[in-house]
């Protein structure tokens, strides 16, 4: 019962918030002709709010485009921000360079889409997880390396084989261990699982949950499967265009969503039952150029009940219920 | 309606596509790669059948045997037959394929930026493509260009066809390559993967699209997919694939709600689900059901069935036979010795239908 608990809430939102990041915003300047000149700007990210407690998982939501990625490259640091906040437990890292950001290495850690590419293929599996530890002088001898493979579901002796030897799930599980190694409190997961094939996502996606449960760890878990974002996160952010337009506690945005675009997004997913029948209510068109966003709203082009006044001014983001934010002049 | 010039067309009812007993083989330096290993399925007018299976199963393999466009010095048909409306695939001339290609059959992928060619305007590689197959002059061909852009809602189709790929959203891509696909009057579409790279809300307007199309011009679909959710949303029958062979055929309904093969069951029971909308709040979930092991090598294969190592309802016998796909019900086939176990699992479900 407990263990449910804390599974669905996490233990200390407000005491421990390993991560804050506060109105973050990247622009990527775009450059053309022979002076060089800036000619447009892709509105990556624009003012982007949100925090994660202790052993919490936060889903990132949003089409392809929306600034998912680079929210989650500004927080590691892999891109510069153009503005904002990022505060990882007591420190403001918005802009540490290579060497200063060194010691928060430890503390923030990562796992992307493809394991093949982040895995060096010329070191051995055993190498490359006791890497960090090395990195960081701390003991990586053989019995503390092979108790994380155990840990992530691997054989203790295939720490001598070599990445190429491993099936995309196993190489998965050994970019986990490597994630791990560290004890960090913070991992960004930028579409971990996407290319599992099914059966092997379920075995990730329990695994990353049990860690979870047994360390503590928070989870920036970004990645477009609404439904596996559903079943990992606490509280789901919804993003479009660079922005979030909606942000709860998962139960409250499926159950209550208040922006037309979370409805859109939910409603659009297929549903695996053939015996659900629904309103396929079907949003038209495409999402807008980042390089020159509507303006007001940046939803309005698309959204099925804008007015007037959406067209005009942008909705400001805001708590509208406890917990649960939102960016939509309905909800005035 | 769009298709002024459709020619004689399969009477309802009628087989489109009849695959039987198929192996497709490559022949590789490392040895012979058996992607697709004794696969049978069948699709009528005006149905769609979903293919499904992990990556490697054999899906796209299937699909490229029926086109005729396997890797030419490596790719086979060795076994099996494939009827097409009144042509047997298997055994046509390389001009009788390129005749089928487009008129009888036609294919739609994944990623439609590596099918379209990127130098070339929309409109050149639509009408090229229409004059070829239909014999029509330019202005006509260029109409019916036009006609197929609208059929296929692309707005603007008079400015959309002066321009390259690269000027048009994912979407609006896919939508020029089913209008290209549709130009000539297929009586079968094969879409493999065609919107999984597609963005959910996009995706949902290409499957509406193909549901539309399917109703107005009565063509069968095989909808190739790994998503059990477009399957559950667009077909009428489904055939399970694991490492080349078939595991499981039957209705869409029938199979997701007691499926007859531990590995249907296992996929079935392993996806993350969304609750149902407005419904009321789930329970702190559990974990989710996991089938162990992975995806075996078609290299080396082990006698027995080929999801064996990984089955828990696996008995002796398993490992040494590889079952055969059989009827246990009727439209329900299934290749497991121990179906009949999940058959009584069902039992007290449908007792009373
Ligand atoms: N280095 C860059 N230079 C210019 N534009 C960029 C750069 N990196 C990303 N972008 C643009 O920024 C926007 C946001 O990209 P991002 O990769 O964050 O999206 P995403 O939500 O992760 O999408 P996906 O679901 O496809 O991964 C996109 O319009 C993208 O084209
Ligand atoms: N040209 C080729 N040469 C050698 N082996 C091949 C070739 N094409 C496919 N295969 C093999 O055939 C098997 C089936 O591949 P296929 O592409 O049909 O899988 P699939 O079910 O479509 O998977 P996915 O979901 O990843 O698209 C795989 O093991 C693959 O490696
Ligand atoms: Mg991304
Ligand atoms: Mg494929």
Redesign the pocket.
Known sequence: MSEAATLDRPAATDAARPLVVDNLT?H?P?HRGILNREVAR?H??DGVSFDLGAGETLGLV????????????CILRL?EPTSGTIRLGDDDITHLDRGAMRPHRQDLQAIFQDPYSSLNQRMRAGEIVAEPLVNFGQPADRAHIASLFERVGLRPEQMDHYPHEFSGGQRQRLVIAKALALEPSVIVC??AVSALDVSVQAQVINLLTELQRERGIAYLF?A?DLAVVEHISHRIAV?YL?QIVELAEKRALFEDPLHPYTRALLNAVPIPDPEVTRDRTIIGGDVP??LNPPKGCRFNTRCPLAFDRCRSEAPAYREVKPGHYAACHLND | MANPTAPERAAPDETVLAVEGLKTQFFTRDGIVRAVDGVSFDVKRGETVGVVGESGSGKSVTALSIMRLLAKRTGRIVEGSIHLVDTEITAASERKMRDIRGNVASMIFQEPMTSLNPVLKIGYQMTETIRVHQGLDKAAARKRALDMLRFVHIPEPERRINQYPFELSGGMRQRVMIAMALSCNPQLLIADEATTALDVTIQAQILELIRELREKIGMAVLMITHDLGVVAETCDRIVVMYAGKVMERGTVREVFRNPLHPYTKGLLASIPRLPEPGAAAREARGNLTELPGFVPSLRNVPPGCRFAPRCSYAVAKCHEESPPLMEKAPGRLTACFEAHRLMENAMPETANV
Do not use: F, L, N
């Open positions: 990247k990527y775009i892709v990556a990210v949003g089409e392809s485009g929306c600034g998912k990625s680079t929210v989650g490259r891109v930028d579409e970004i477009h993003m660079g150029s980042p």
